[in-house]
């Protein structure tokens, strides 16, 4: 099994090994708790994997006062609708791609600049230093506070009309991207039309045609079954895309310091699940996808890309200097 962020989940691990007599008595005596949680993608997804673990741990360490209930496929709304709940108390909490967190954030945005990361480690060890707190943190200037970081993953873009192996290929296709500016302008720097949208309007405009392609992990194309309208598939791994357990303030609020430190070791846990699950699926993913009938380029020209989107850097540089610095230290 390969193994992923091993010092993550052995700090977490660690941290949650055993709950304090302390911590426990305090539990013991407070008044049951259920919270919301919501995302906007199916019950295969990584993203609800992360949430059943969180859920089952949340239980198990409060003895049942918290439990958690999941509201899966865009049920309680898209993700920007969601974060908007939990800023007036609607929804209490979710697991939500970075792209939409970043509208409230923008400096969260940095992550998404492409081709920032070369690897899963290399993400994992910024998500979850001291880079990727101080991002976590500034949630709570828009009365939001975030737990910890789960994982989109490598994002890899499909179509409907033709092979992609270089820029070039890109020129004119409709590509849907995240309502994101930084997505926005890095399609178009590769040419495409990069028409901005909520996933679940995604869907449907694949399906009638009114797009041409998506850009996703592996685990959503395979989860959402994109074969049946995207013939065409690059392992671009042009960006890497956290998500975030997130929750409304209030919610967190309502909560006693004791039930705060569970919910967080087991935000990290059901992280560090998720991302090894993620990585062990993706192969029997791919293999599913070509059995399927998608044509999948493996070997793109990745220079070229890199050189096409410069101006995307030239752009946000300063925008996100003092953390895009940091970042780009950190890896070396």
Do not use: C
């Not at 994992?124 to 990727?132: A, H, T």
């Not at 994109?226 to 791994?237: A, D, G, I, K």
């Not at 991302?275 to 599913?288: F, I």
């Amino acid at each position: 099994m390969k193994t992923i962020n091993r010092a993550l989940l052995s700090v977490a691990l660690a941290a949650t090994a055993t709950v304090s007599s302390a911590i426990a008595s305090t539990l013991e005596s407070m008044n049951p708790v259920s919270l919301r949680l919501a995302h906007v993608v199916n019950e295969q997804d990584g993203f609800h994997i992360a949430a059943v673990k969180f859920q089952e741990l949340v239980s198990e360490r409060t003895d049942g006062k918290v439990t958690i209930e999941i509201f899966p496929n865009a049920s309680l709304g898209d993700e920007r609708t969601l974060l908007e709940g939990m800023q007036i108390g609607t929804v209490d909490m979710g697991v939500i791609t970075n792209g939409p967190v970043a509208n409230f954030v923008e400096e969260m945005a940095v992550f998404e600049l492409p081709f920032l990361f070369s690897s899963p480690q290399q993400a994992y060890d910024v998500l979850d230093g001291p880079i990727g707190q101080d991002l976590l943190d500034k949630l709570s200037e828009v009365n939001l506070k975030g737990l910890a970081y789960a994982e989109r993953g490598f994002r890899n873009l499909t179509n409907s009309v033709r092979p992609v192996q270089s820029p070039g290929d890109i020129e004119g296709l409709r590509i849907r991207v995240m309502e994101n500016p930084v997505y926005t302008d890095t399609f178009r720097e590769l040419g495409a039309n990069a028409v901005p949208m909520a996933w679940t309007e995604a869907l449907t405009a694949m399906q009638q045609g009114t797009i041409d392609g998506q850009e996703n992990p592996v685990n959503v194309i395979h989860s959402f079954k994109l074969n049946e309208t995207q013939s065409h598939m690059t392992l671009s791994r042009h960006t890497y895309a956290p998500a975030i357990f997130v929750m409304g303030m209030g919610s967190w609020n309502r909560l006693p310091e004791e039930a705060q430190t569970v919910l967080v070791q087991a935000a990290r846990e059901a992280a560090a699940h998720e991302r090894q699950v993620n990585a062990d699926m993706e192969a029997k993913q791919l293999e599913d996808l070509r059995a399927a009938g998608v044509a999948i380029v493996e070997e793109p020209d990745i220079a070229a890309f890199q050189q096409a989107i410069v101006p995307v850097y030239e752009k946000y540089g300063d925008q996100f200097g003092e953390y895009l610095e940091r970042i780009q230290q950190a890896l070396k």
